[in-house]
Structure formats: structure tokens, C-alpha cells
T-cell receptor, first 114, second 110 residues
Framework: NAGVMQNPRHLVRRRGQEARLRCSPV?????VYWYRQLPEEGLKFMVY????????ESGMPKERFSAEFPKEGPSILRIQQVVRGDSAAYFC????????????FGSGTQLSVL | DAKTTQPPSMDCAEGRAANLPCNHS???????VYWYRQIHSQGPQYIIH???NNETNEMASLIITEDRKSSTLILPHATLRDTAVYYC???????????FGAGTILRVKS
């Protein structure tokens, strides 16, 4: 079984550009979570999505960041007009949503903003 | 979700058991204790979880005190590859996110 797939593995952007990070959950999972890990810091929750719905976006910055999980296709975390402070590892996790289920994490996307 | 407290770091000799403690004194009745680890810059890896009974799987054992206010993760025979940051997380019912604290840096030494 394929696990959570994130791409790209590494993404380099210049300040002001857009970054699009993709996450394909474990087959059959309908719940996706995004986390950010700044250098030398812990994992911070960003957003929790179910197919076509945002359930909890309490950790998302108010501006420039958005996330979606369409009916078909991967979940996308979009960062507009990136700044150097957005440089971080972004991890996606998925679960089946059946109750006290495990979250499975991907290998992450390392975003570097020049 | 209840807050957890873990020591910032621990050392363990290779081949010995690693016992990682976690305090969660404000845990409520329907909250589970989860353990994850993160090796270097990889994605977090699930280890084990439990409600009130002790649990064991191929990776580790989880011992939860009777009052559920603390727990211990046991890696029975630590190897160098077990060097990682270990996170103890208390998680509520269905659908709740995992909230990561600072965790414990476990260093396994030969």
C-alpha cells in the first residue's frame, strides 16, 4: 500500500512567487492534515480538511495561505507571495476519519525561499 | 486536548531498554495517549497509542498508570536507529488533530 505521498520533495521559490505543495493521502483516506516545521522548531498544526471541506483552519496564517482537498485529486497547500519566513518543512498527514485512528505522515516538502 | 510534559532529552545505551516518561495529569476520560517519533527531518512516525490498558506492538510497549495521569513508552532493545525526537500526545475523540509539543530527544549511544 502506498503511504502518504508529498511532492515536490524540495521546492525553491524566490520572494513574491507562489508555492503549491501537493499531498496524496493513503488510498481510502478522506481526511488530510497539514503541519509546518520551521527550522529548529516543533511541528505546528495548520489545517485539517475532509473531502471538499475545511474542518479546522485554526493554525493557518490569515493571509497568503490556503488549502483545499477536492473531490478528486490531491490536497493542495498554496502559499502566495512567499517570504523568507515561509522557508520550512511542510508535512501532510492523512487518516480514515473512523475515530481514534492513526495519522500517517508523508516525507514532507522542504520549501526554501530565496 | 490535555497538555503533556516530557523531559527534553534522554540518553540510552544501545541494546538496553529506553523508558520515556510522559505526564498528562489533566487527561480526560475519552482522551487517548499517542506516541510518535521523528527521525532527523523525516515525517513523524506512529509508534503506539492507548486509552487505559497497557499496549504492546512490534515497536514498543505503552504503560499507562491506573489514574491515567502519566505513561511510559518502552523501547525494549534500543538501537542507534531509534535516535529521534519522541512525542507524547493526548488526543480527543474522532477527528481531532494531533498537537505536538517539544518532545524528548532520545540519543542511543553505542
Amino acid at each position: 500500500n502506498a503511504g502518504v505521498m508529498q511532492n515536490p520533495r524540495h521546492l525553491v521559490r524566490r520572494r513574491g512567487q507562489e508555492a503549491r505543495l501537493r499531498c496524496s493521502p493513503v488510498k481510502g483516506h478522506s481526511h488530510v492534515y497539514w503541519y509546518r516545521q520551521l527550522p529548529e522548531e516543533g511541528l505546528k498544526f495548520m489545517v485539517y480538511l475532509q473531502k471538499e471541506n475545511i474542518i479546522d483552519e485554526s493554525g493557518m496564517p490569515k493571509e497568503r495561505f490556503s488549502a483545499e482537498f477536492p473531490k478528486e485529486g490531491p490536497s493542495i497547500l498554496r502559499i502566495q507571495q512567499v517570504v523568507r519566513g515561509d522557508s520550512a518543512a511542510y508535512f501532510c498527514a492523512s487518516s480514515s476519519g473512523t475515530g481514534n485512528e492513526k495519522l500517517f505522515f508523508g516525507s514532507g516538502t522542504q520549501l526554501s525561499v530565496l | 486536548d490535555a497538555k503533556t510534559t516530557q523531559p527534553p532529552s534522554m540518553d540510552c545505551a544501545e541494546g538496553r531498554a529506553a523508558n520515556l516518561p510522559c505526564n498528562h495529569s489533566t487527561i480526560s476520560g475519552n482522551e487517548y495517549v499517542y506516541w510518535y517519533r521523528q527521525i532527523h527531518s523525516q515525517g513523524p512516525q506512529y509508534i503506539i497509542h492507548g486509552l487505559k490498558n497497557n499496549e504492546t506492538n512490534e515497536m514498543a510497549s505503552l504503560i499507562i498508570t491506573e489514574d491515567r495521569k502519566s505513561s511510559t513508552l518502552i523501547l525494549p532493545h534500543a538501537t542507534l536507529r531509534d535516535t529521534a525526537v519522541y512525542y507524547c500526545i493526548v488526543r480527543g475523540s474522532y477527528g481531532n488533530k494531533l498537537v505536538f509539543g517539544a518532545g524528548t530527544i532520545l540519543r542511543v549511544k553505542s
